[in-house]
């Protein structure tokens, strides 16, 4: 395969308006985090100086400060914005700072209140750069959301491979990168990419003329056997002959950036890839928030829960709970709660209406404007509220709050090994199927969310998973 030889010094591109007001994005946001930063030290110095009356603190502390925060790369351009990594090197530079204060106190002061006062600095300055990072971040990400999160990128890669990707690259508003234009190894097979077929350059050699075009500020290679190391090499002087960040993607599709790290074997770099936490000790802590806060709502929500007993039971005849057999974690089976929605002879009629399953790609069983469901019971689907009672199921240890969706038995059953990993943590009252699309999303989109979730959980994924919840539910999408 021929790609064009591009070098640095013979052949320099004009650096285009999309990647200038990018630079200019990432040096306010580093000024700006700079001088927060140094702010944030003052006043944690001010602190520890009421208490303790040591004004070297105050002089000290900015300095020793940002020079934790740059031993620990947290104003890198590739984290700045981009997400938790950000906060977690705040942290690590807290972790570090009494290392620098006994530095300081061996080199320079020998000052047994100085380096006292310096360790106790730690918490205060890391809690308050965090809380200023959150403000200045939101603040700053909305101010230049155009130019960060649709930063236009050529995709690399053959059309089979590009067929996966291409659907989550610029999906959402908060996407990061939007497809610009795609040169393939194989440009014969353009057809086969269906609309975006029209995004198509040509061949590899065509991604200068791709970059310069299209305005693009990245280069996505999607690895294929038909780019080798030397076509690789190439391909990467173009894009920094452009001024484009280079990036690969990894062929391991679903693993969450905390998972990834680089190291250096033989003089090769290599892709780590740290494997998921399954353990009962680190999902420790997960079992006992969520319990503490189930029973918290159940109390919280007594009233409700019983008023809308009181309306199924006179809307008609049945039981105000429904309870139905599940498969919970590692296959133990549970009884789950929830609202009754349906009438009482709901899955005797189940076998005349298979004909309308929406989910004929799956193993699911979901029908639009299903005629079992009940006047009431179509308002608590839209609205999730036949769900709350699963609360019990929290509380009583045999879901959790986020999780997978809850599985019947019939369906486990069908389960190919691949899918049954996700019986690996316990169903969730909600989660990455159900704030992503519901009863809407593809029998293999719903399980590639499931098994992502359980390779990548995190309580950090939990929470952005219940902040999603609630907007999800008031949207009503894919509820039926």
């Known amino acids: 395969m021929i790609v064009g030889p591009i070098t640095h010094g013979h052949h320099q591109t004009t650096r285009t308006q999309g990647n200038a007001r990018r630079r200019q994005w990432l040096r306010t946001y580093r000024r700006t985090l700079l001088a927060a930063d140094a702010l944030a030290a003052v006043l944690a110095g001010l602190l520890i100086h009421s208490q303790h009356r ?7 502390l900015p300095p020793a400060w940002l020079f934790a925060m740059g031993a620990y790369r947290a104003y890198d351009p590739d984290t700045l914005g981009a997400g938790p990594e950000e906060f977690r090197r705040v942290l690590r530079g807290a972790v570090a700072l009494p290392a620098v204060a006994v530095s300081c106190y061996w080199l320079l002061l020998r000052d047994d209140d100085f380096l006292h006062s310096m360790m106790v600095a730690a918490l205060p300055v890391a809690l308050v750069a965090v809380a200023v990072r959150l403000v200045l971040r939101r603040q700053l990400l ?3 959301a155009a130019e960060r999160r649709h930063r236009a990128a050529v995709v690399i890669g053959s059309a089979e491979g590009l067929l996966e990707l291409l659907p989550r690259l610029g999906g959402t508003p908060t996407s990061a990168l939007s497809v610009a234009g795609l040169c393939l190894t194989d440009p014969e097979q353009a057809g086969a990419l269906g609309p975006w077929a029209e995004h198509v350059w040509g061949g590899l050699h065509e991604l200068p003329n791709a970059l310069h075009d299209t305005d693009s500020g990245a280069v996505v290679v999607v690895p294929t056997p038909q780019i080798g190391a030397a076509d ?8 920094a002959a452009a001024g484009a960040d280079f990036l690969v993607a990894p062929l391991l599709t679903d693993v969450a950036a905390s998972r990834l790290s680089v190291r250096v074997a033989d003089g090769m770099a290599l892709i780590g890839v740290r494997a998921p936490e399954l353990g009962r000790s680190a999902r420790l802590p997960k079992e006992l928030l969520e319990r503490s806060l189930a029973a918290a709502m159940l109390l919280t929500l007594a009233p409700l829960l019983l008023a809308v007993s009181l309306v199924v039971r006179l809307d008609s005849a049945g039981p105000a709970l429904f309870r139905q057999r599940r498969v919970g974690q ?5 009884t789950m709660f929830k609202f009754r929605t349906m009438h009482t002879d709901a899955e005797q009629r189940r076998a005349k209406l298979e004909q309308l399953n929406q989910n004929s790609d799956g193993l ?3 029908i639009k404007a299903d005629p079992r469901i009940t006047r009431v019971g179509s308002a608590l689907r839209r609205y999730s509220i036949d769900e709350l009672p699963q609360l019990i199921n929290v509380v009583a240890g045999h879901m959790s709050l986020v999780g997978p969706r809850p599985s019947l038995p019939a369906e ?4 190919t090994n691949e899918i049954r990993r996700r019986l690996l943590v316990k169903p969730g009252l ?3 199927w159900q704030v992503s699309g519901r009863s809407d999303l593809p029998w293999e989109e719903a399980v590639r969310l499931d098994l992502a979730y359980v390779d990548n959980w995190s309580l950090a994924l939990d929470a952005d998973i219940l902040r999603r919840t609630g907007p999800a539910v008031v949207r009503g999408t894919g509820a039926y």
């Not at 040591?54 to 000290?60: D, E, F, K, Q, R």
């Not at 590692?330 to 549970?334: A, D, E, I, K, S």
């Not at 486990?412 to 389960?415: E, L, S």
């Open 412 to 415: 486990a059953d069908g389960y």
């Open 54 to 60: 040591h004004w070297a603190l105050v002089l000290g």
């Open 364 to 366: 699911l069983f979901k």
């Open 142 to 144: 909305r101010r230049f």
């Open 232 to 239: 690789m090499r190439r391909l990467s002087w173009s894009a």
């Open 430 to 432: 909600t989660g990455l």
């Open 330 to 334: 590692y296959g133990n089976h549970f």
